[in-house]
């Protein structure tokens, strides 16, 4: 069993177990439920640097990142940096992540914040909209078309950005859908773990305009930001680059600094 695969099968354990605790009615009457959030995919439209900037604690890839950081703190550094968005990751026997961790974040900043996990439950959307998030992470990998359709639309009627993860062009091909704002090109192979920014290149011409092109995984400095720009990406997701310094929004403020001069 590959991983992608253990962390589906265990995702569903731990969500059969939390429809139990907190039924979709009670999220449904969250603080944060009722708030407007804040557009992702114009944000990416509209900047200069289209950075994504991570929380991230380890991955199955790296078993430690950074441990030792509040995510409050990495939240606040980042907005000041200037990036476009946050990914918070909320999965936590894979990742170290907690709801509580969007919460965190939610509370430093105004950012659109992408909750980041792996969603295969429409109460993993409930949640993610209770919980402060602007925008939700669909991996096309362990969906089907149909969850695609299912999932995307009932974002986009809580007002939720939707960013559609896709690894080669047949998962990319039954993805496209009006309900998906973004379409994102993990350049990590899930088998093997090898990173390269070709996946993004070679798949961005089959990707249509009306969405907004989203690298992810590998970007670690300015020249591969620039060299994506050529291919029409508009966003660009880091995490560990900024996460394995002792100050991650310091880190993205120099990226950033770089990167626009």
């Not at 946050?86 to 990742?95: A, H, N, P």
């Not at 430093?108 to 909209?129: G, N």
Request: aromatic share 6%.
């Amino acid at each position: 069993m590959d991983i992608l695969s253990k962390i589906v099968r265990d995702k569903r354990i731990e969500i059969n177990y939390k429809k139990e605790l907190i039924p979709i009615q009670q999220l449904e009457q969250s603080v944060l439920f009722n708030r407007e959030p804040i557009a992702l995919s114009e944000r990416l439209a509209q900047s200069k640097n289209g950075i994504i900037a991570e929380h991230k604690r380890r991955s199955p890839s790296k078993a430690t990142i950074n441990h030792s950081l509040n995510v409050y703190d990495v939240a606040k550094g980042y907005a000041s940096a200037g990036v476009c968005g946050i990914s918070v990751l909320t999965d936590g026997k894979y990742f170290g992540g907690s709801l509580d961790d969007l919460l965190m974040a939610r509370a430093s900043c105004t950012l659109p914040l992408l909750r980041k996990d792996f969603t295969i439950d429409i109460y993993q959307i409930v949640e993610a909209k209770a919980f402060g998030a602007d925008a939700i992470l669909l991996i096309s990998a362990i969906l089907t078309k149909e969850e695609i359709s299912e999932f995307s639309t009932l974002a986009k009627s809580l007002g939720l950005d939707v960013l559609l993860e896709i690894h080669n062009e047949e998962e990319l091909q039954k993805s496209m859908m009006p309900t998906i704002d973004m379409i994102g090109v993990n350049n990590r192979n899930l088998k093997t773990f090898e990173v390269s920014l070709e996946t993004s290149k070679s798949l961005s011409n089959l990707i249509p305009d009306e969405f907004i092109k989203v690298s992810e995984s590998g970007i670690s400095n300015t020249k591969a930001i620039k060299s994506l720009q050529l291919y029409g990406y508009q966003g660009f997701l880091i995490g560990e680059n900024f996460m394995k310094t002792n100050d991650p929004g310091q880190s993205a403020t120099e990226f950033i600094k770089n990167l626009e001069s």
